[in-house]
């Protein structure tokens, strides 16, 4: 009686579905922060900033993190344990430096390099050893439409985008037979953050050059999440939510 007791206890808990758990990096952006409180409805959420955040938050675990400290990188796999929930990545960390190509510094590059691609690359390398186990992950690069496509002055925020979509499509053949995608979402203009700080002026005249002239709702962005967590057959791909910016 107690032997078929014990069976049927472990099969029960093989088959508990687990939940989804969201690391959700450079969450304290203008969109991010919007975000952010869509997501915390559906979704656990372990946010990761590096700068002053006011959102408050219920469901959601809330950690500074400094992304050019490796030793901040290696707490991530520590706060809560992983192999009870469905990790995703959701990655918005990123900096901008504005210059043209013949005034950047050595250091520029290597900021930016090091926030936007490698923090990155060891945060994904931190975390799959658990998506290995569990057989399933979800890691989501949110990228920019002019990042991908470069605009003047741009040049070192343009190559990290350019080599972050690349690393996507590359990781996506290493671990795809361990139910593990890698997609990038490439957004246009949203009114939040940089762009609502921008003149009325110049805002119209970049609306000007997308097809369907006007700024995205951040709920576009949420629906791309939500399939990408769903959907098992999107590997590798990049998703445009930019109003056909990029068309």
Known sequence: ????????????????????????????????????KLLKKKYKIISFYNKKKILKKNNT????????????INKITKIINLNKYKVVILN??????DKLSF??????YKKTMEINVNAFLKIINKVIPFM???????????SSTGGI??????????????????????????????NITFNT??????????????????????????????????????FA???LIKTDYVNGSSINIDGGLDS
């Open 1 to 36: 009686m107690w032997i078929w007791c014990w069976i049927i206890l472990g099969y029960c808990k093989n088959k508990m579905v687990k939940k989804n758990l969201i690391l959700f990096f450079g969450s304290s952006g203008g969109i991010g922060q919007e975000l952010e």
């Open 61 to 72: 675990i809330s950690k500074k993190i400094n992304f050019l400290q490796d030793k901040d």
């Open 92 to 97: 918005f960390a990123s900096i901008k430096i």
């Open 103 to 108: 005034y950047i510094k050595e250091t520029d």
């Open 132 to 142: 290995m186990k569990n057989n399933w992950g979800r890691i989501i690069n949110v």
């Open 149 to 178: 496509l470069g605009d003047k002055g741009a040049i070192l925020y343009s190559m990290s985008k350019n080599a972050t979509l690349s690393m996507m499509k590359v990781m996506s053949k290493e671990y795809g037979k361990f």
């Open 185 to 222: 979402l490439k957004l246009g203009n949203f009114n939040y953050g940089l762009f609502k700080k921008l003149n009325k002026e110049f805002r119209k005249k970049l609306l000007e050059k997308v097809p369907s002239k006007k700024t995205g709702n951040i709920k576009n962005i949420l």
């Open 225 to 227: 999440i939500d399939f």
